[in-house]
């Protein structure tokens, strides 16, 4: 919710996304309330030599810069990811949080923000005369940037969360069912995925080896790689379904991760 208030000369945006403490809200919930990227809008509020200096149209032309590439990976990591969240798909977070787009996404949005910063130090003059505050300013900006810069604090968060599950080259399955637990995940998608997991670690316990293997194979079924994926079937087994995901053991971890051919056709049915 975005409250927009008017104190005299000066704009004040005031922002509550959401109540994490309220019961029933989830990180998927946050990330639907701030949406994916849609523009650094800017509305200019020209008076007397700005309208001529052209230093507030140097500066919307400076921060529109980049708009395309940060909303195209806000779609990835705020629409996808908001997905994926809802259905429990754990391992499909962490798969996308340590990829480098995700840093880009971080340091494209960090930048945009420090431009806006930058361009309000030197286009709004903050001064007292005869007692009075006087505010003068050539433009306000959107409160859509700062959105995206709270949502990369929060995927961040996830980021860190997952990253502790990381053994070898794939994720231990039972830190994943914690952070689960930990990451407020809504409690459908949670007990999926808790079933999915007692499905692995012990009803097939015992033919889980130290080599990866598709799931479908250690269940004792022919299959190839990525040939049964669809978002009914991600949903069902909270993206765990047994011809994308590798098991297997590693110092008495049973790990999981996904096949990488199949990374491009679980994003098209998360996203």
């Not at 590439?69 to 798909?89: E, F, H, P, T």
Request: charged residues 25%; hydrophobic residues 40%; proline residues 1%.
């Amino acid at each position: 919710m975005t409250i927009l208030s008017r104190c005299g000369d000066i704009r004040v945006n005031v922002v509550d996304v959401v109540d994490m403490d309220k019961e029933g809200v989830t990180i998927g919930d946050v990330l639907r309330e701030i949406g994916e990227f849609e523009g650094t809008s800017i509305n200019i509020l020209v008076r007397g030599s700005a309208i001529t200096s052209g230093r507030p149209v140097e500066a919307i032309s400076g921060l529109r810069k980049g708009d395309e590439s940060v909303r195209q990976l806000s779609r990835k990591y705020i629409g996808c990811l908001g997905n994926a969240l809802d259905y429990g798909m754990i391992l499909y977070i962490a798969a996308s949080l340590t990829q480098k787009g995700f840093d880009e996404f971080v340091k494209l949005v960090s930048d945009k923000v420090n431009g806006v910063y930058e361009a309000i130090r030197r286009l709004v003059n903050v001064k007292y005369e005869d007692g009075y505050v006087v505010v003068s300013r050539n433009y306000a900006a959107n409160s859509d940037l700062v959105l995206q810069y709270v949502a990369t604090g929060v995927l961040s968060h996830v980021k860190g969360v997952v990253e502790g599950c990381r053994v070898n080259d794939g994720y231990d399955l039972d830190c994943l069912r914690d952070a689960v637990e930990s990451l407020r995940i809504g409690n459908l998608a949670r007990t999926i995925f808790e079933n999915e997991v007692n499905n692995i670690t012990v009803r097939h316990a015992d033919d889980i080896t130290g080599e990866p293997r598709l799931l479908c194979s250690v269940m004792g079924e022919e299959c190839g790689e990525c040939s049964s994926v669809d978002k009914r079937n991600l949903i069902a087994h909270a993206g765990l379904e047994k011809t994308v995901t590798h098991v297997y053991r590693w110092g008495g971890r049973v790990l999981v991760k996904y096949a990488e051919k199949c990374l491009g056709k679980i994003e098209a049915n998360t996203c």
